[in-house]
């Protein structure tokens, strides 16, 4: 049924419009991170829920289940011709120290093996340590190569590079800032046809990526917490069959896959 699919149906290419509106609901996002992780006692998601929700939370964590959440900014963006996915999700890691999951995560050089088969291939490109005068501004900047491989009905490869910044707000907890730079399509992958698409052109099944990590130790442990905010192409009418499964459901899987494979890298 899917060689019967016009393939001007499948394609999407990113829009001015689309990437601008993504720019802008990460900088509400942001702003409230910002806020967020100035306080302890506001630094995890599952600190900011109303008690008996905090409570059902941490009992899961405890139990060692990946929690995750879909969140919304306070204000209303609208999206021509994309989808912006929002989630968050959290693991608790007893007997693990927080520099041990935080070198775990700066080590890009293996995250292909710690995260296959969702990442291909995974290289540091550059590492900078920035030394400052106030521990809120010393930490760790990366640039990395992350070849990602997606599969939902169809599969699809991305080429991704991506800046990453890592801050010590203080000896028990770290958070990370990873912005996508460049996101391309490949087509064929691992064969000799392999070509690599321009940016922006392609299925559109992910154009933009940004995660945010946090890293806090307390309660004999490390609670580790990734929020991710993603672009995407929308669904088309007719196409939702083969669509909606990839760009709807990925973003979460590829969430908790994430949070399981790093707590089983760090027991």
Excluded at 22 to 36: H, I, N
Excluded at 52 to 68: Q, S
Excluded at 89 to 98: D, H, L
């Amino acid at each position: 049924m899917i060689l019967l699919v016009p393939d001007a149906g499948m394609t999407a290419d990113l829009k001015p419009a689309s990437s601008a509106a993504f720019d802008k609901y990460v900088a509400v996002a942001e702003r409230r991170m910002d806020a967020e992780v100035a306080r302890s006692e506001t630094f995890l998601w599952a600190d900011t829920l109303p008690p008996t929700r905090r409570n059902d939370v941490t009992e899961k964590l405890r139990r060692g289940e990946v929690v995750t959440d879909r969140l919304r900014v306070s204000e209303k963006i609208d999206v021509p011709d994309g989808l912006i996915h929002h989630w968050i999700g959290t693991i608790f890691i007893p007997g693990v120290r927080v520099r041990d999951a935080v070198a775990l995560l700066q080590n890009y050089d293996r995250h292909a093996s710690i995260y296959s088969p969702n990442v291909v291939q995974s290289k540091t490109l550059e590492h900078t340590v920035v030394q400052a005068q106030t521990r809120e501004q010393a930490g760790d900047r990366f640039r990395v190569f992350l070849r990602f491989y997606m599969k939902k009905v169809i599969g699809a490869t991305l080429n991704t590079e991506h800046e990453a910044r890592f801050v010590n707000a203080a000896p028990d907890r770290v958070y990370s800032m990873i912005h996508s730079t460049r996101v391309a399509e490949v087509e064929d992958a691992g064969t000799p046809r392999e070509r690599e698409l321009p940016p922006g052109k392609g299925h559109g099944f992910m154009w933009r990526l940004n995660t945010y990590w946090r890293f806090f130790e307390r309660d004999g442990g490390t609670y580790i917490q990734c929020e991710s905010i993603t672009l995407s192409r929308d669904v088309p009418f007719g196409l939702g069959w083969i669509i909606k499964p990839f760009v709807t459901e990925i973003p979460m899987e590829s969430l908790t896959f994430t949070l399981q494979r790093t707590r089983a890298a760090l027991k």
